[in-house]
């Protein structure tokens, strides 16, 4: 099997630095999106340490109103999805009527 070396910092589990080379990505394009998801995540973290929480309560705020928004609309959707079905059955039904009086 094979045999692992860690040290423990900040109650975290960290590989050696030779298996953080063992296992290193050597793929350009993987490498490129690794650097890029590295980057996201630490303007993720830099964001919620500088944020306040009356900050964080608004940006929360904010989220809820859009996904209300988004709720909102997807009701809207149905209803109209719903009222086009009626009347395209109203139209059938009428069409059926006509042909049936000829």
């Known amino acids: 099997g094979e045999n692992w ?7 975290q589990i960290l590989p050696s630095q030779a ?14 999106e690794e650097e890029e998801l590295k980057k996201y995540s630490v303007e993720a973290d830099i964001v919620e ?6 900050e964080m309560e608004r940006i929360q705020q904010q989220k809820d109103s859009v996904l209300e928004e988004i709720h909102v609309m997807e009701v809207r959707e149905e209803q109209r999805d719903k009222a086009n ?12 009527a006509h042909e049936e009086q000829r």
């Open 5 to 11: 070396s860690f040290s423990i910092s900040h109650l």
């Open 49 to 54: 340490e500088s944020t306040s929480d009356s």
């Open 19 to 32: 298996d953080l080379e063992k296992y290193r990505t050597n793929d350009p394009a993987l490498i490129a």
């Open 85 to 96: 079905q009626e009347r395209e059955e109203h139209y059938k039904e009428e069409a059926l």
